[in-house]
């Protein structure tokens, strides 16, 4: 079969499940939701933007190990180049930045990126002032080009947009429907398409934000500050959501765009359509906007919360029926040989999967869950057996638990998934063995992929 991978970065899980939380119209994605498989407990492995593609395209889990780094460094296994075996050709088409300076293009047939995305300063204008929109003190403090906020710089490369057709994820869907109409006729291809967008800056077109927050008046809010959400007013923080909902908004629509051509050619009687996301965002929740604390302002450690771990994926295969919703646990390390398995396609792997195929579950041959827990976390950097301050911090997430050994302040959290899906309400005090027993689980799963001792040494001097 042909395999289409659609990754979208920052796309939080409740846009698509949960309009109370987040008011996003995804009518798309609802559409295609009715053809597919909807895993509703995949949380991210390895993070950020890097470390998670890493695992996708390994089948390994990464965090304890290295931190963001070229694909090359990590593990020699990449998804087109396992594929080539089986006579596959491949395609990367993205406007993420990161991609190509990281090697994932090294291995595809064709690669191709949009430049211009975040702090991609490809072609400067040194003829044009950068104009200053936002606030330093409301947005991340960055060292990018001549010092400029990421939001300015972004604005002054891409021209000043202001029209729909300008933005990326358009150029993004356009350029993936003309390869679609160039090679649907030959058999079998890989085709990653990897959109940027909903990630910061949040620069759609301000109509659209209006349908969000038609009353809001000030400085738009395009840029969360990767600190403490109490540093914006309320109505700041309300129209920094609404940028965030138009852009997811701009993804869905253009997405949609992908999947019509998809329809157009015929193409789901033989094609597996993924579609996924990296990672989500806090958007005031935790008292946190962005991902991680990268803000001078806010001393707090940044455990990875079900706002940013929780992620969506819907799959679609010929002979998979649509419209359903699995439970079970899962993670970006096992989307590889689920892939494989869905293809019909046997490789043998450079280095062994760490992920296990869930087709049988896709399929409905098995009930069995593959992992009672999975773990969520970004590489730590150790310092005399400590980790530094405001650091992103690891999540246990089981059925009804998340479980961080350390939480905000330092301490151990633990919350009751089933009652409190944002983990807001710390319940360690009443459950301190149900904390015991997930910290024990965290220690024997690195021992167990033989992580590096000085990791296990760690989390194991913190147990109890």
Not at 40 to 66: A, L, N
Request: charged residues 25%.
């Amino acid at each position: 079969m042909n395999i289409i991978l659609l990754i979208s970065d920052t796309f939080r899980y409740d846009n698509l499940f949960d309009r109370a939380a987040m008011p996003v119209r995804t009518p798309e994605l609802d559409r295609f939701a009715k053809r597919t498989v909807s895993l509703s407990r995949m949380y991210t492995g390895s993070f950020p933007t890097i470390p998670h593609r890493t695992d996708v395209t390994t089948g390994r889990y990464g965090w304890p190990w290295y931190p963001w780094q070229d694909r090359r460094q990590s593990s020699p296994n990449h998804i087109p180049t396992l594929l080539r075996e089986a006579g596959y050709v491949s395609q990367l088409i993205c406007d993420c930045p990161h991609l190509f300076r990281n090697g994932f293009d090294a291995g595809f047939d064709g690669a191709y990126v949009i430049r211009g995305q975040e702090g991609d300063t490809y072609f400067l204008r040194m003829n044009h002032s950068i104009e200053h929109v936002m606030p330093p003190e409301k947005t991340r403090h960055s060292y990018h080009f001549h010092g400029e906020n990421l939001v300015d710089l972004a604005r002054w490369t891409n021209r000043y947009w202001y029209r729909e057709i300008d933005r990326f994820p358009p150029r993004t869907a356009e350029l993936t429907v003309e390869w679609l109409e160039e090679n649907y006729q030959f058999h079998p291809f890989f085709l990653w398409v990897d959109f940027f967008d909903p990630h910061e800056p949040w620069d759609p077109p301000e109509y659209m934000v209006k349908r969000y927050d038609p009353d809001y008046d000030g400085i738009p809010m395009l840029h969360p500050n990767y600190g403490k959400a109490s540093d914006f007013t309320p109505e700041e923080l309300r129209n920094l959501r609404a940028h965030y909902c138009a852009e997811a908004e701009l993804v869905d629509r253009w997405v949609g765009r992908v999947l019509q051509k998809i329809d157009d050619l015929g193409l789901w009687e033989n094609t597996i359509v993924v579609f996924t996301s990296d990672h989500g965002i806090s958007l005031g929740e935790h008292n946190r906007t962005g991902k991680s604390n990268i803000n001078r302002y806010d001393e707090r450690f940044w455990p990875l919360y079900p706002e940013i771990a929780h992620v969506p994926c819907l799959i679609a295969a010929p002979g998979i029926e649509g419209g359903r919703t699995i439970d079970a646990l899962l993670q970006p390390a096992d989307l590889l040989p689920t892939l494989l398995d869905l293809a019909g396609v046997e490789v043998t792997p450079p280095q062994p999967f760490h992920g296990r195929s869930f087709a049988p579950l896709l399929r409905g041959e098995s009930e069995e869950a593959l992992h009672d827990y999975v773990i969520t976390a970004s590489f730590l950097r150790l310092e005399e057996g400590s980790i530094p301050a405001e650091s992103t911090t690891p999540v246990i997430y089981t059925e009804k638990w998340a479980y961080t050994p350390i939480g905000a302040e330092g301490t151990r959290e633990l919350y009751d998934l089933e009652a409190d899906p944002y983990a807001e309400t710390n319940v360690i005090a009443e459950h301190p063995d149900v904390a015991d027993d997930l910290h024990e689980k965290l220690v024997a799963w690195l021992e167990e992929i033989q992580a590096p001792e000085e990791v296990v040494a760690f989390f194991r001097q913190r147990q109890g």
